[in-house]
C-alpha cells in the first residue's frame, strides 16, 4: 500500500488475518499492538485539496492466545472508521478501514491527529495521522487597534494568508522634538496560524511627560508586511490638577482678603466727615 492515503474508493471492510505459528520465543507476547496496514510505516500520512475525502487502514494485532477487544477512534482530524470497536481473535490481525477528510474552506498547510485504540483494562496504543491540504501558500497579516495606553502600547495581529507566520515587530515613536522611542526588529514569541487573531501588547517605560507622539508599528512575516500608525498626547493631568487646585486656592484667598480690606476701609470714618461734625 503507497505511503500517502488513497482516495475513497469501495465500501469500508474489517479483514481479519491469522497469524502463522507462533514461535517459541514468541509464546509469551508484549500484547496487542496498533499500526499502519500494509508494510512498516511509522504514521499515516494523507494529502487533499479541502473536501477530499482519503482511505486508509489501520491494523490491530493479537499475537496472543486470547481474544482481544478494543475500541478505535481518531483525534484532531475528521476520521470516519469502519469499525469503532471490535474482538480480534487469538494470534489474529484486523484491519480496519478509515476514511480522513480535508475540512472543506481550510487553509492551505499541514494538519495533525492521530488513530488511537484502547482495550478493556485502559491499555492505550496511537499511530499519528498527517494530513496535508494542498493549495497555494500566501503570507499576509495586518496590524489592527493600535492604542497607546499609560502603561503600553496594544495591538492585535491578524493571520490574513494560508501559511503559518513568525512575526517580527519594530516599534517608532515620534514626538513634537524628535524621536522619543526606536526599536529594532524583534522576533515575537508567537505563532499565528492562518486566520488568528492574536492580541498582544507593547511595554513603554520612560514615556514623555509632556509631548504628542506619532507611534507607528511594523510587522514582518515570511515576506509579508504590515503596520499601523496612532497618535497619542502625554499631559500630566495628576500635575496639572495640582497646580490648577493651588491657583483656586490663591485665587479665593486673594478675594477673602480683598473684601475683608473694603469691608475695613467702609467702616472706618473719614477725616472729611470728622471735620464737618465739628463745624456744626
Do not use: C, K
Not at 503507497?2 to 479483514?15: H, Q, T
Not at 497469524?19 to 496496514?37: E, F, K
Not at 492562518?194 to 512575516?221: H, I, N, Q
Request: charged fraction near 20%; glycine fraction near 10%.
Amino acid at each position: 500500500m503507497p505511503s500517502a492515503v488513497r482516495a475513497l474508493g469501495p465500501p469500508l471492510l474489517l479483514m481479519l488475518t491469522l497469524l502463522g505459528t507462533a514461535s517459541p520465543a514468541a509464546a509469551r507476547p508484549a500484547g496487542w499492538s496498533l499500526a499502519p496496514a500494509g508494510g512498516p510505516r511509522p504514521s499515516f500520512y494523507a494529502e487533499g485539496v479541502p473536501g477530499t475525502a482519503l482511505q486508509d487502514t489501520v491494523a490491530v494485532t493479537n499475537p496472543g492466545r486470547t481474544p482481544v477487544t478494543v475500541r478505535l477512534r481518531g483525534t484532531g482530524l475528521p476520521v470516519v472508521l469502519a469499525r469503532a470497536a471490535l474482538t480480534v481473535p487469538a494470534r489474529t490481525r484486523a484491519e480496519v478501514p478509515f476514511t480522513v477528510t480535508a475540512p472543506s474552506g481550510s487553509a492551505p498547510g499541514d494538519r495533525s491527529g492521530a488513530i488511537e485504540a484502547r482495550d478493556g483494562t485502559g491499555r492505550t496504543a496511537r499511530v499519528p495521522v498527517r494530513l496535508r491540504i494542498a493549495g497555494p501558500r500566501l503570507a499576509a497579516l495586518t496590524v489592527e487597534h493600535l492604542a497607546v495606553h499609560p502603561d503600553g502600547i496594544t495591538y492585535q495581529l491578524v493571520n490574513r494568508g494560508t501559511t503559518v507566520l513568525v512575526p517580527t515587530l519594530a516599534v517608532r515613536a515620534d514626538g513634537t522634538f524628535g524621536r522619543v522611542l526606536d526599536r529594532a526588529p524583534r522576533p515575537l514569541p508567537v505563532r499565528l496560524a492562518p486566520g488568528a487573531r492574536r492580541p498582544l501588547s507593547e511595554p513603554w517605560y520612560g514615556r514623555p511627560f509632556l509631548d504628542r507622539v506619532d507611534v507607528r508599528l511594523t510587522v514582518t512575516a515570511d515576506g509579508a508586511h504590515a503596520t499601523a500608525t496612532t497618535a497619542a498626547t502625554f499631559v500630566p493631568w495628576g500635575t496639572l490638577g495640582a497646580l490648577a487646585g493651588l491657583a483656586a486656592t490663591a485665587a479665593v484667598t486673594f478675594l477673602v482678603r480683598r473684601r475683608a480690606r473694603r469691608t475695613r476701609e467702609s467702616e472706618t470714618p473719614s477725616r472729611e466727615a470728622e471735620l464737618t461734625g465739628a463745624v456744626a
